[in-house]
Nanobody, 124 residues
Framework: QVQLVESGGGLVQAGGSLRLSCAAS????????MGWFRQAPGKEREFVGR????????YYADSVKGRFTISRDNAKNTVYLQMNSLKPEDTAVYYC?????????????????WGQGTQVTVSS
């Protein structure tokens, strides 16, 4: 059983930065594709980005491209989401997710395990 724990959320002013972390345990982290999603109040959970197992390939939603960066440290079983130039519309609960098999990465059901989420609030 894989467990994922996010941290690093908080309150930041527009234009600021935050780095989220997602620590994994109980599985083979270095083989997983890791995704980040977010859910704003009253909205569906949406894809933010993903990193393949090695970290050599990342992919982002258009809404965050150029502002957010995913990295990972397989030795620490941790994936990160660096968020720069934050906007009020980035306010959401952010979730990390692990995909153990398969090829898709944009949909919620592409992922097998989820963290509990961390709140990010961007004030204007």
């Amino acid at each position: 059983q894989v467990q994922l724990v996010e941290s690093g959320g908080g309150l930041v002013q527009a234009g600021g930065s935050l780095r989220l972390s997602c620590a994994a345990s109980g599985g083979t982290f270095s083989t997983y594709t890791m995704g980040w999603f977010r859910q704003a109040p009253g909205k569906e959970r949406e894809f933010v980005g993903r990193s393949i197992w090695s970290g050599s390939s990342t992919y982002y939603a258009d809404s965050v491209k150029g502002r957010f960066t995913i990295s990972r440290d397989n030795a620490k079983n941790t994936v990160y989401l660096q968020m720069n130039s934050l906007k009020p519309e980035d306010t959401a609960v952010y979730y990390c997710a692990a995909r153990t098999t398969g090829r898709g990465f944009r949909k919620l059901n592409d992922y097998d395990y989820w963290g509990q989420g961390t709140q990010v609030t961007v004030s204007s």
